[in-house]
């Protein structure tokens, strides 16, 4: 099971730390990734890592704003959102492969596990 928290409503510019545990089962050889959907929208990728954290990938959108990570010993993946703008709300989640890496980190059909969501709300 997968289980983020972190989210919340927040001012454009603002700053959030998304953190998804996984219980029940070690997440150190998954592949994860972030992924966020907005009302009326397609689920969308935000962010994608390696089962060491050595590999990273970003949606276009998010670079240079948001940063991906994990800690295996905590069970724990995390996503650093800085700069945040109000196209950025939306309700987030975590997805994990039992893949050490995934062919293609962008397609939701890569991941094997989704957690239940938490909403990130950026106001003007």
């Known amino acids: 099971q997968l289980v983020e928290s972190g989210g919340g409503l927040v001012q454009a510019g603002g700053y959030l730390r998304l953190s998804c545990t996984a219980s029940?089962?070690?997440?150190?050889?998954?592949?994860m990734a972030w992924f966020c959907q907005a009302p009326g929208k397609e689920r969308e990728f935000v962010a994608a890592?390696?089962?060491?954290?050595?590999?990273?990938y970003y949606a276009d959108s998010v670079k240079g704003r948001f940063t991906i990570s994990r800690d295996n010993a905590k069970n724990t993946m995390y996503l650093q959102m800085n700069g945040l703008k109000p196209e950025d709300t939306a309700v987030y989640y975590c997805?994990?492969?039992?893949?050490?890496?995934?062919?293609?980190?962008?397609?939701?059909?890569?991941?094997?596990?989704w957690g239940q969501g938490t909403q990130v709300t950026v106001s003007s």
């Open positions: 997805a994990a492969s039992e893949a050490l890496h995934v062919g293609t980190p962008s397609r939701t059909r890569e991941y094997d596990y």
């Open positions: 029940g089962r070690t997440i150190s050889s998954f592949a």
């Open positions: 890592i390696n089962w060491s954290g050595g590999v990273t």
